[in-house]
T-cell receptor
Framework: DTAVSQTPKYLVTQMGNDKSIKCEQNLGHDTMYWYKQDSKKFLKIMFSYNNKELIINETVPNRFSPKSPDKAHLNLHINSLELGDSAVYFC??????????????FGEGSWLTVV | GENVEQHPSTLSVQEGDSAVIKCTYSDSASNYFPWYKQELGKRPQLIIDIRSNVGEKKDQRIAVTLNKTAKHFSLHITETQPEDSAVYFCAASWGANNLFFGTGTRLTVIP
């Protein structure tokens, strides 16, 4: 059983299109995240949600709109895709309080290529 | 958010030697410091973590040290093996709903 699952794994799309990435976790965690990993491998937090409420929005363009219908799901919708959006997007989840083994678990990643 | 710096960006060692990766953080409120290993094409996975009330933690060949006063922490890998080759990330958190990553270190262990 996959603890944090995200779909699709690969996505190739044209500039200007709108696309969504879905994420689900079955760990019973209260917090979910989206991270972006660019070609230089930097892992940048984009959003975190706790029990469906937005906690962190790290100056992400408003073309990116996360949606959390319940605490087990956090989807990412991207409007008007740009070349610079090409990256690997990782969904993750954790207990609210981090520490001593209570850490973040990542999904397998979604490889987005904008052409 | 928290600013985490990580050095070096690349590191090559001979098999059997030790590897050390260092990180600094900016926010004195940070109290949780995990290390992740990411193999090529895979997700980051936790290898060891430490809380701010502990100065050192060891798990077999891996150890982490924390200097809260200086706001830096380090990962030590002893007796390196080729399968240790990967990208390693340090991270820092205030303890809830956030985890900020360093810029990563690509470790290559030469057989």
């Amino acid at each position: 059983d996959t603890a944090v699952s995200q779909t699709p794994k690969y996505l190739v799309t044209q500039m200007g299109n709108d696309k969504s990435i879905k994420c689900e976790q079955n760990l019973g965690h209260d917090t979910m995240y989206w991270y972006k990993q660019d070609s230089k491998k930097f892992l940048k937090i984009m959003f975190s949600y706790n029990n469906k409420e937005l906690i962190i929005n790290e100056t992400v363009p408003n073309r990116f709109s996360p949606k959390s219908p319940d605490k087990a799901h956090l989807n990412l919708h991207i409007n008007s895709l740009e070349l610079g959006d090409s990256a690997v997007y990782f969904c993750a989840s954790s207990p609210t309080q981090l520490g001593a083994g209570n850490t973040i678990y990542f999904g397998e990643g979604s490889w987005l290529t904008v052409v | 958010g928290e600013n985490v710096e990580q050095h070096p960006s690349t590191l090559s060692v001979q098999e059997g030697d030790s590897a050390v990766i260092k990180c600094t953080y900016s926010d004195s409120a940070s109290n949780y410091f995990p290390w992740y290993k990411q193999e090529l094409g895979k997700r980051p996975q936790l290898i060891i973590d430490i809380r701010s009330n502990v100065g050192e933690k060891k798990d077999q060949r891996i150890a982490v040290t924390l200097n809260k006063t200086a706001k830096h922490f380090s990962l030590h890998i002893t007796e390196t093996q080729p399968e240790d080759s990967a990208v390693y990330f340090c991270a820092a958190s205030w303890g809830a709903n956030n985890l900020f990553f360093g810029t990563g270190t690509r470790l290559t262990v030469i057989p």
